[in-house]
Each structure stands twice: as structure tokens, then as C-alpha cells.
């Protein structure tokens, strides 16, 4: 797991972006930057930077935040499980990396997708490394 400067990454990050990431705050929906994009590129950690979803793997769920069907291959992220709404239990995403809270996985909700998984993921905890044209 990468080393991170709370007081560092607490200064380049905007408030909300912190919130998300470090104190596991959700943004609200249909506010994200990333919620409808279809740019191309890939999907980073906003924290570490690490990658984490390839804009390949994006749909439009109608959530109110984006939604992928998979992360990148390989340990991109890791899945915690969340009892935080009990009796619900969700699986909370972070990322891998830094370990910094990324969003939720649910499956099973019948989108047309490959995997019948939504990852649930905030905009704030991410930036887009869009693909050149």
C-alpha cells in the first residue's frame, strides 16, 4: 500500500474530493463531472493516481454516479465489506494503492453488462486520463 501525507493530500484536494476518499463521504448524485461522460481514456485514483477502471468498462446506469461493469485486471482495487447501513450489508471499493474509498460494487440488479455488476463510484475520487485521439 502506497504511503500517503494526510496533510499533503488534504491541500492539493478540494474539500469534497478529501471527504470522499479519506473519510468514506459519497457525493450526491447527478453532480459528478463523470456521471454521463463517454470520454476515452482511463480512470484514475485521485489520490495515488493508481488505475482503476478503463472507460471501456462505463454505462449509464441512471444511478447518479458513474458506473462500470469491472475494474482494471489484476488488484486495482480492493472489496470491504460495509454494514454501515445495517441491516444492508454492502461491499464498499477503495483503492488498492493508497486505500482511499472509491465507491460501492452491487450485483445482481439485471443491467445489460458482462459482468451483471455496477461499480458504483464517486467522480470526486477520480480523474480521467483521457486516450489521445
Known sequence: MSEINEDELKARLDPLSYSVLREGATERPFTGEYTDTDKVGSYRCKACGNEL????TKFHSGCGWPSF???TAGDAVKLIEDRSLAPR???EVR???CDSHLGH???GE????PTDERWCINSVALYLEEKPA
Not at 477502471?53 to 471501456?56: A, Q, T, V
Not at 439485471?110 to 453488462?113: F, H, K, L, T
Open 53 to 56: 477502471f478503463k472507460s471501456e
Open 89 to 91: 450489508i454492502r461491499t
Open 95 to 97: 483503492c488498492s494503492k
Open 110 to 113: 439485471g443491467y445489460d453488462v
Open 105 to 107: 460494487v452491487f450485483s
Open 69 to 71: 461493469y469491472a475494474p
